[in-house]
């Protein structure tokens, strides 16, 4: 059922995320699913059937993982041309920072195989948890999908997640590590007293992941019980949304929005960094082969409503989106009017 959880923002009135429990009856769910993808982009779901065992391991993992000294990390960083490895502070390749480190992995099991070797300690044990996790959630990307299809009225019903099963699939899955690191602000203006503060630990927002949209077909997100993610609603509202760590919450992206014809749009989103404690969020990027071909699907065009992006395919939708800033609407370079 959608029970909404109630969010009070600071601006505003309260405003409910979309909670999904997929234990409910196929037709109730479809209808569900299409809502909450046209309304938010962005919706939560609970009884999904991934054990909370998986999670826990890949979890204990990365942990392992951030806690080894950083020269240690190092040896995994990512680039100069590849996303895939270790990453601190810098996101991409265009200068944008954030407050975290970060491992980005390939999901097909002889990449994992072949750099859990140089991850871990105990490479089999590291590699099985990440493989346990990617089967688990695809399955659940995939399932979603599905009932996305159906409810679309698309007559191929399992179009979108043949695109994450096929075994040449571009998914990825990433963890992030944001520190519990408060600045310590020399001479902040207090307007309480009117004074400067000396040697002040600030408590100001500071973004962990700055605001941006994926560029993927669905995003799994995954986090601890620390909060400091943010959703922005249709109308430019920014939403906290609280942690629940044994939950899962689902992310529209951009290549959902072609293949619907914008029917759904990708939410934008973000991380603030300043919760006080060390979040960890564990992140699957649902995604079609490097070849395939992204454009709306036939059932969602017409003379009504005709195609609002020209094709392309993902290899060239990647290199669009790693030659631009995080925060940059990149699907507006394929916009048809
Ligand atoms: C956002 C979604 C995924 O985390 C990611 C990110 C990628 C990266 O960190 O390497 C990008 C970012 C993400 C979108 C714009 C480009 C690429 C950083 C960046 C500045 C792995 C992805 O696929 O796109």
């Known amino acids: 059922m959608v029970s909404p959880s109630m969010l009070r923002t600071k601006k505003t009135k309260a405003v409910g995320i979309p909670t999904i429990d997929l234990s409910l009856g196929r037709s109730k769910l479809v209808k569900l699913i299409v809502k909450a993808c046209e309304e938010f982009g962005f919706f939560k779901v609970t009884n999904h059937g991934v054990p909370m065992e998986v999670i826990s391991r890949l979890e204990e993992e990365g942990s392992g993982f951030f806690a080894k000294p950083v020269a240690e990390k190092e040896k995994q960083r990512a680039g100069p041309i590849s996303p895939f490895g270790y990453g601190n502070k810098n996101i991409g390749f265009n200068g944008d920072l954030g407050e975290l480190e970060y491992l980005i992995l390939q999901t097909n099991p002889i990449s994992i195989a072949e750099r859990s070797k140089a991850i871990s300690n105990d490479p089999l044990k590291f590699s099985c948890a990440v493989n346990d996790y990617i089967q688990s959630v695809r399955e659940l990307t995939c399932e979603i999908l599905d009932l996305v299809s159906e409810g679309l009225g698309i007559s191929d019903k399992f179009v979108l997640s043949r695109l994450i099963r096929d075994v040449q699939s571009d998914s990825v899955l990433r963890l992030n590590h944001y520190p519990n ?109 490097l070849d395939a ?11 009504q409503r005709p195609s609002l992006y020209k094709p392309f395919t993902w290899s060239e939708y990647k290199k669009a989106v790693y030659s631009l800033r995080l925060g940059d609407t990149r699907l507006d370079l394929f916009k048809l009017h």
């Not at 620390?226 to 942690?243: A, E, M, N, R, Y």
């Not at 071909?293 to 003379?303: A, C, G, H």
Request: hydrophobic share 35%.
């Open 181 to 289: 690191s408060p600045v310590k602000e020399v001479n902040e203006w207090d307007p309480s007293t009117g004074k400067f503060r000396e040697n002040h630990y600030s408590k100001k927002s500071r973004v962990g992941f700055g605001e941006h949209s994926d560029p993927q077909i669905l995003t799994i997100l995954r986090s601890n019980d620390v909060g400091g993610f943010q959703i922005c609603l249709h109308d430019g509202l920014w939403v906290p949304v609280p942690p629940h760590p044994s939950e899962f919450y689902v992310i529209v992206g951009d290549a959902l929005q072609v293949l619907t014809n914008g029917r759904f749009t990708s939410v934008r989103h973000r991380a603030m960094a300043n919760s006080g404690r060390a979040r960890m969020s564990m992140v699957y990027f649902g995604a079609p082969p």
């Open 293 to 303: 071909w992204i454009t709306s699907l036939p059932e969602l065009v017409s003379s």
